[in-house]
């Protein structure tokens, strides 16, 4: 028993560490559950430039500078290579809103998509996590603490910029299924000294 789940959890790790990704895209919408449906509000934000989207800005520390951003006075650039990790994201707050069910769906360089549903909770800048609706256990998001300005409404370079208007200013992060091997991994190897321990 104890060589079949060494056997298991040695599995689980080359696997997760094979399927390792990072994050190339990111996509908030804002929606309401209504009865057991998703309906989106008529906002959305994207870090891929020209979808038509409001710009998604993200940065890698509190009210720091912003990653998808250059000198091209034309465009925008698009996040790549990023790792997992915590990141903060400001959307510029404008009409349809996030909702009460934002959704927010993470693109990654194996092509796979992490995507979930949140409720959101307390207020905004507040630092509160918001609870998962459904959706992916390897995301999580919620307001960042305090207030930020980094973007405004449009799809390039000039909407990287301060509007003198708060934005929604969010704090999401992203575990490695590396990470949620090893804890599933740990829980195995639990299981198998208590059994053990009882035999």
């Given at each position: 028993m104890k060589r079949l789940v060494f056997l298991c959890i040695f599995s689980l790790l080359i696997t997760g560490a094979a399927s390792a990704a990072t994050i190339e895209a990111m996509t908030l919408s804002g929606g309401n559950i209504v009865g057991v449906d998703w309906i989106p509000t008529a906002d959305r934000w994207d870090t891929i430039p020209g979808?038509?989207?409001?710009?998604?800005?993200?940065?890698?520390?509190?009210n720091g500078d912003l990653?998808?951003?250059?000198?091209?006075?034309?465009?925008?650039?698009a996040i790549t290579g990023l790792n997992y990790g915590t990141y903060w994201l400001y959307a510029v707050i404008w009409s349809g809103g996030?909702?009460?069910?934002?959704?927010?769906?993470?693109?990654l360089s194996d092509n796979s998509t992490l995507t979930a549903i949140f409720e959101v909770v307390d207020s905004a800048g507040s630092g509160?996590?918001?609870?998962?609706y459904s959706g992916s256990g390897l995301l999580s998001l919620g307001w960042g603490l305090g207030t930020?300005?980094?973007?405004?409404?449009?799809?390039?370079?000039?909407?990287?910029?301060?509007?003198?208007?708060?934005?929604?200013?969010?704090?999401?992060?992203?575990?490695?299924?590396?990470?949620?091997?090893?804890?599933l991994g740990s829980g195995l190897l639990s299981l198998a000294i208590l059994r053990r321990k009882k035999f």
């Open positions: 979808n038509n989207d409001w710009v998604l800005g993200v940065s890698s520390q509190a990653l998808n951003n250059n000198t091209d006075p034309n465009n925008y650039t996030l909702g009460s069910n934002p959704k927010l769906s993470v693109g509160a996590s918001w609870t998962r930020a300005d980094k973007v405004t409404s449009g799809e390039d370079l000039a909407s990287m910029t301060s509007d003198t208007a708060n934005d929604h200013y969010l704090k999401m992060q992203a575990v490695p299924l590396p990470g949620a091997v090893l804890l």
